[in-house]
């Protein structure tokens, strides 16, 4: 299983950024898909997740200004971030749970974002 994601970049404070992240390879069935940010010197840390049911988690500090989706005949999720700030600069993460024979989780290479004040 393999997952590219796409997206990031350099933005303004206020703009607005969509990432995508794409899952491929021999999927039996993917459950909760998420992304993860790291910013410098910082641990890894929930952004959002979405449930195979639909049901959506949030880190405060996103709520209200980022939205996660899912296309599950494409198997990709995407972020959608508004309003973006300097704090939401970091290394950004897909996430995806496989439910194959074993449970397991699989981690994109990584988007940075970047945002200026």
């Known amino acids: 299983v393999q997952l590219q994601a796409s997206g990031g970049g350099l933005v303004q404070t206020g703009g607005s950024l969509r990432l995508s992240c794409v899952a491929s390879?021999?999927?039996?069935?993917?459950?909760?898909m998420g992304w993860y940010r790291q910013a410098p010197g910082k641990q890894r840390d929930l952004v959002a997740n979405i449930r195979s049911s639909g049901t959506t988690k949030y880190a405060d500090s996103v709520k209200g200004r980022f939205t996660i989706s899912r296309d599950n005949a494409k198997r990709t999720v995407h972020l959608q971030m508004n309003n973006l700030k300097p704090e939401d600069t970091a290394v950004y993460y897909c996430n995806i749970e496989h439910l194959g024979i074993l449970k397991r989780e699989y981690w994109g290479q990584g988007t940075l974002v970047t945002v200026s004040s």
């Open positions: 390879g021999s999927i039996s069935a993917i459950g909760t």
